[in-house]
């Protein structure tokens, strides 16, 4: 397949953002978009030279269209990827990829039945960085880990209290319309953890419950990690950052997308140029107690050092570049999967079946303690 046919459903924002991405790859083509606001999808259709639907039955009644890229809210997902198997299309859908682990278990097996590709979009696993980081914890780097964390402090903004991601029927919650991203990143990372503890708490002052915070506890091997989710800033104030601790060090990632990463460790030299190999460009901050063959204690071993350095690489103003690269590059994997089915990708249907296990049985707890 050397030209590969794209239908849209949903054009808000982000489809828009990721259509004029798609287009650039070459081979790939938007031939038609559906969506239920008529003057949205005429106008995008123009735009694009593609055919508009105001149904999404009539779009999928489209012969030309090989995949369908699926941008509606979360409760649509499922439906809509299995109306697309089932008419014979390629699917790449938004997270997530339903709102049950089980709706996404059969859409698992429903694509590999029918022999179509059926993925969700977690980009998260084609950041340069986010591998940078797999290779300093595989190599140890800087020893074993210990314990991390991801915050994220995010703008409701532009969510008024009448926008569905506030009503769980429609976004699943939280920790399903956004903590599955996160989750299968540090399974990328760490192996599947396993869920220790969740909360979720609700906004004082609403008419109707509103959860608008949560946090989950993972056990990764012998390591705690600790996911909080906040929707609650501005968008001037709206920030993430991830932390892992390791028995030399930690790194820290800033921004939703990870694109700023700074690392404070005990090195020995040979692991200090893995890392200048790694992060070609990073700064060196600081460097202090160069002295070769030194000996510190912790954890009641002995952690020989050359120096305590601490290193930046990356920057944030990087940030909208690297969210378009992560979007061609997932599209160029699973393309390549349709091309050729011995092509190994980067994520397939285990991402989405697992990241949303694991964001299903963080809301049944949260909700057993209300």
């Known amino acids: 397949m050397m030209e590969l046919n794209i239908g849209v459903a949903g054009v808000g924002n982000f489809a828009r953002f990721a259509m004029k991405e798609f287009s650039k790859i070459p081979g790939i083509k938007i031939v ?4 239920i606001n008529e003057s949205v999808v005429m106008q995008t259709a123009a735009k694009l030279d593609a055919t508009g639907y105001t149904t999404y039955e009539r779009f999928l009644d489209d012969s030309r269209i090989d995949l369908v890229y699926i941008a509606t809210p979360p409760f ?16 790449i859908c938004e997270k997530p990829a339903a709102l049950k682990t089980a709706e996404a278990t059969e859409l698992a097996a429903l694509a590999k039945s029918l022999n179509l590709l059926w993925v969700v979009n977690l980009m998260q696993r084609y950041n340069p960085m986010i591998d940078i980081v797999k290779k300093i914890i595989d190599e140890k780097i800087l020893g074993d880990f210990l314990h991390g964390f991801f915050e994220n402090y995010a703008s409701d903004e532009n969510l008024d209290p009448g926008h569905w991601f506030w009503d769980e029927t429609k976004s699943g919650g939280i920790f399903i319309e956004h903590g599955v991203h996160f989750f299968d990143l540090f399974s990328g990372w760490f192996g599947e953890g396993t869920l220790l503890h969740a909360v979720e708490l609700e906004r004082n002052g609403t008419e109707k419950k509103l959860v608008d915070r949560v946090q989950a506890t993972v ?23 991830i932390r892992l601790e390791f028995e030399r060090g930690d790194i820290s990632l800033y921004e939703w997308v990870p694109v700023k990463l700074r690392l404070n460790g005990l090195l020995d030299n040979i692991h200090l140029e893995r890392l200048h190999k790694l992060m070609a460009g990073c700064s060196i901050i600081s460097q202090t107690n160069a002295v070769p063959h030194q000996h510190v204690k912790g954890r009641f071993k002995d952690i020989p050092f050359d120096t305590h350095t601490i290193l930046e690489y990356g920057n944030v103003s990087e940030k909208q570049n690297c969210y378009e690269d992560l979007l061609r590059t ?31 049985a963080a809301q049944q707890f949260a909700k057993k303690l209300k």
């Open 32 to 35: 038609a978009v559906t969506d």
């Open 76 to 91: 649509l997902h499922y439906p809509q990827s299995k109306m697309a198997l089932l008419k014979g299309k390629h699917v």
């Open 219 to 241: 056990l990764y091997n012998n390591a705690l990690v600790n996911f909080y989710h906040g929707f609650d800033q501005p968008k001037i104030l709206d920030r993430q950052e």
């Open 330 to 360: 997932m599209m160029e994997d699973q393309w390549n999967w349709i091309k050729d089915r011995s092509h190994e990708r980067v994520i397939d249907d285990n991402n989405a079946v697992a990241s949303l296990a694991m964001a299903e």
